[in-house]
């Protein structure tokens, strides 16, 4: 499978963004998503994920503002990102895996899109 994010940009502090995460293929149904984030000088770290059952699973510093959704019809995962903070400024990659429900590290994710910056101003 091949990923794509896109719906970086410049926002202020308690703004919104939307992230997309579009796939190839005709089995996009059957993988996992993930989306990570990695700040300059950090490593690359879990945001939230989303099964293929539709489960979907949150850091702790990003839950009650970020909500991750799929539409396996447009093979399209969203990350909308509200009450936007400084800290979360980094570059967001989405991910994606088949098999087991196993979705918070950078580790269990052997495909990977390119990044998309967001950057929150204070």
């Known amino acids: 499978v091949q990923l794509q994010a896109s719906g970086g940009g410049l926002v202020q502090a308690g703004g919104s963004l939307r992230l997309s995460c579009a796939a190839s293929g005709r089995t996009f149904s059957n993988y996992h998503i993930g989306w990570f984030r990695q700040a300059p000088g950090k490593e690359r770290a879990f945001v939230a994920a989303?099964?293929?059952?539709?489960?979907?699973y949150y850091a702790d510093s990003v839950k009650g503002r970020f909500t991750i959704s799929r539409d396996n019809a447009q093979n399209t995962v969203y990350l909308q990102m509200n009450s936007l903070k400084p800290e979360d400024t980094a570059v967001y990659y989405c991910a994606a895996r088949v098999g087991t429900v196993q979705i918070m590290g950078v580790a269990d994710y052997p495909y990977w899109g390119q990044g998309t910056l967001v950057t929150v101003s204070s």
């Open positions: 989303i099964s293929r059952s539709v489960s979907t």
